[in-house]
């Protein structure tokens, strides 16, 4: 199983971005998919899940301004985040887990200036 994530980028307060992540070696459209985002030093924290029928679930911090969705035919998932803050700068990877086992991709970094 591979991820592979990409859509990170700088932008100012306010400003808006989409993150994408292709999976690949399996099929996923059974298995919830997520978003996690980790700052140095810090622990990797939840941002965002959606299941496989659809159903997201969204940390408290990023509700009403990140908006997760995915595209089965695609194996793909996506992370539309609207709004940003200075405390949403972070790496950002996306997971899922495949019998049993967590996978991670990359990371892709989100730096968001005030």
């Known amino acids: 199983v591979q991820l592979q994530a990409s859509g990170g980028g700088l932008v100012q307060a306010g400003g808006s971005l989409t993150l994408s992540c292709a999976a690949s070696?399996?099929?996923?459209?059974?298995?919830?998919m997520g978003w996690h985002r980790q700052d140095p030093g810090k622990q990797r924290v939840l941002v965002a899940t959606?299941?496989?029928?659809?159903?997201?679930n969204y940390a408290d911090s990023v509700k009403g301004r990140f908006t997760i969705s995915r595209d089965a035919a695609k194996n793909a998932v996506y992370l539309q985040m609207n709004s940003l803050k200075p405390e949403d700068t972070a790496v950002y990877y996306c997971?899922?887990?495949?019998?049993?086992?967590?996978?991670w991709g990359q990371g892709t970094q989100v730096t968001v200036s005030s």
């Open positions: 997971t899922t887990v495949v019998a049993g086992r967590q996978y």
């Open positions: 070696g399996g099929i996923f459209r059974f298995n919830a």
């Open positions: 959606i299941g496989s029928g659809g159903s997201p």
